[in-house]
């Protein structure tokens, strides 16, 4: 019987599933949700069934911070041989204003004879924020109305739906075209574009159709703005040119693409914004210099507030 139970639980151990083993901070920081995981590296802190929660580094979006700090949670989570559900709340320990909120599942496992931590299967059931990078503030600006179907699609991306963030992404572009656009003309007049070139930007702007109106100023949007020597509108027109319902456009193809928007879109509201404000900086910098008087003005001009010019006109008094 022994033999057959050693036999049997051999075989069992065979058939489970296996999971990825990961650091219980991993966990956290990187794995998406809907993915069971093993961790392996749990450790007791009070009695041999309460483990220990890892710091973790997580984006802080507070003004005092905004990026990358360590976020503390306070709880400490009890582990059994049956599964338990838990939600823990880590807080930024710099500004103590911003959490990230974790609903997991988790359920001890046996660990290796030679672990010193104890094991455990577990899954991410959801995070808020969601999970993924930080979307930057200037793609946000530049989606404008369309904020929370990007942030739809972005969820659908990090969970790996790729018709479901294809979709979003394209409603979010041919939805917000005209402001595309308009950001594009911003930038074309900061660095001098003719005015036929501005009058093809606002028919483009008038122009119904996504495609069209893309084609009619792919050919002048300014050099500042291509994405490693490409057009980025060129780019997105091919993206989404694809219908949903061609037999190419397997999930994973849509997932593909769909990461191709959302970077395109990023790297274009980069360029577009750096170009705006290099322009500010560049035109702050000239009024500056051209309100500090000359040299000659004040050599001249003494404290009577005449230029050097105005004098210079002036014939010399005789002496007497």
């Given at each position: ?248 456009m397997t999930d994973e193809r849509c997932l593909q693409l769909a990461k191709s928007i959302r970077t395109v879109l990023g790297e274009l509201a980069d360029r577009a914004s750096e170009a705006l404000k290099n322009d500010q900086e560049i035109q702050s910098a000239l009024n500056a210099l051209m309100a500090i008087p000359s ?26």
């Amino acid at each position: 019987m022994d033999v057959q139970a050693a036999e049997l639980k051999a075989r069992a151990e065979k058939l489970r599933a296996k999971y990825p083993e990961v650091a219980f901070k991993s966990f956290l920081e990187e794995i998406p949700p809907d993915t069971y995981v093993y961790l392996t590296d749990l450790k007791v802190t009070r009695g041999d069934r309460y483990i220990e929660t890892s710091d973790i580094h997580y984006f802080c979006e507070s003004d005092g911070c905004n990026g990358v700090r360590i976020f503390r949670c306070a709880e400490t989570v009890f582990i059994d041989m049956s599964w338990r559900f838990e939600f823990l709340k880590y807080v930024c320990r710099n500004c103590g204003t911003q959490s990230v909120r974790f609903a997991i599942a988790i359920c001890q496992r046996t660990a290796p004879a030679d672990s010193p931590t104890l094991w455990a299967t577990c899954i991410k059931l959801g995070q808020v924020p969601s999970f993924g990078p930080q979307t930057p503030a200037r793609l946000i600006s530049l989606i404008g109305p369309d904020r929370d179907l990007f942030l739809q699609g972005r969820r659908a991306e990090n969970r790996g739906l790729g018709i479901g963030a294809f979709a979003y992404y394209r409603r979010v572009v041919e939805n917000q075209k005209n402001r595309i656009i308009s950001e594009i003309a911003r930038v074309a007049k900061t660095v001098g574009c003719s005015e036929e070139t501005s009058k093809l930007f606002a028919a483009a702007k008038g122009e119904t159709q996504f495609s069209k109106s893309m084609m009619m100023v792919k050919d002048v949007i300014p050099q500042t703005l291509l994405i490693r020597g490409q057009n980025p509108l060129t780019l997105l027109h091919s993206a989404l040119s694809k219908g949903l319902h061609s037999p190419e456009m397997t999930d994973e193809r849509c997932l593909q693409l769909a990461k191709s928007i959302r970077t395109v879109l990023g790297e274009l509201a980069d360029r577009a914004s750096e170009a705006l404000k290099n322009d500010q900086e560049i035109q702050s910098a000239l009024n500056a210099l051209m309100a500090i008087p000359s040299e000659s003005n004040e050599a001249t001009g003494g404290g009577d507030g005449q230029s050097g010019a105005a004098l210079a006109g002036k014939e010399p008094h005789e002496a007497t």
